[in-house]
């Protein structure tokens, strides 16, 4: 099974800021990986995939970067909306499908 | 747009069956592999298995033993049977439809509401 560990557990950061989440793999997934937001009492909702790119409908303040075990979504700069968990889910080799256990963009 | 949303008990004894339901609007099911995923109160999420409409199945090998996933094309809905639960099943269940890129699955594009299932006595 293929683990997924993001850090920070927690990121404080102000509106207008820019925001830097990080997921690794404990092996290589290529580039077959996602990034999920999920507002509190909603439903998940895919930002990114393929590592680098948006889904459709999300805004362009949204980037994500990396391959193969390092990964990274950057919010370039953090709207009151944005502040939310994110989780990272990798799709290369499953099953399991696995997800990180998620980082909480705070208010600072 | 296409709408998916639970349905099921939303209490369950101890070793007794979780039955939910998950039905699609909007569109059909036809064509695409759908997902259960669940997320323990206050904790991430964890993949349970995939359901292609024709009914070949993939199951979180740390589930695969308790979990059935089936599909009803005629009603657009498809449904997970969980047996033996305990207290460790206790989660919000959400149903989605999986994206495919060049023919490989890969991410949950569509996620319903979620149902929350309480596994008490």
């Known amino acids: 099974e293929i683990v997924m560990t993001q850090s920070p557990a927690t990121l404080s950061v102000s509106p207008g800021e820019r925001a830097t989440l990080s997921c690794r793999a404990s092996?290589?997934?290529?580039?077959?990986l996602a990034w999920y937001q999920q507002k509190r009492g909603q439903a998940p909702r895919l930002l990114i995939y393929a590592a680098s790119i948006r889904a459709t409908g999300i805004p362009a303040r949204f980037s994500g970067s990396g391959s193969g075990t390092e990964f990274t979504l950057t919010i370039s700069i953090v709207q009151s909306e944005d502040f939310a968990v994110y989780y990272c889910?990798?799709?290369?080799?499953?099953?399991?499908?696995?997800f990180g256990q998620g980082t909480r963009l705070d208010i600072k | 747009q296409v709408q998916l949303q639970e349905s099921g008990p939303g209490l369950v004894k101890p070793s007794e069956t979780l039955d939910l339901t998950c039905t699609v609007s909007?569109?059909?099911?036809?064509?695409?592999?759908w997902s259960w995923i669940r997320q323990p109160p206050g904790k991430g999420l964890e993949w349970v298995g995939f359901i292609y409409y024709i009914g070949s199945t993939h199951y979180n090998p740390s589930l695969k033993s308790r979990v059935t996933m089936s599909v009803d094309t005629s009603k657009n809905q498809i449904s997970l049977k969980l047996t033996s639960v305990t207290a460790a099943d206790t989660a919000v269940y959400y149903c989605?439809?999986?994206?495919?890129?060049?023919?490989?699955?890969?991410?949950?594009?569509?996620w319903g509401q979620g149902t929350k299932v309480t596994v008490s006595s």
């Open positions: 092996q290589s997934v290529s580039s077959n």
């Open positions: 989605a439809r999986v994206a495919m890129l060049r023919g490989a699955i890969t991410t949950f594009e569509i």
């Open positions: 909007g569109g059909s099911i036809s064509s695409y592999y």
């Open positions: 889910q990798q799709y290369n080799n499953w099953p399991p499908i696995t």
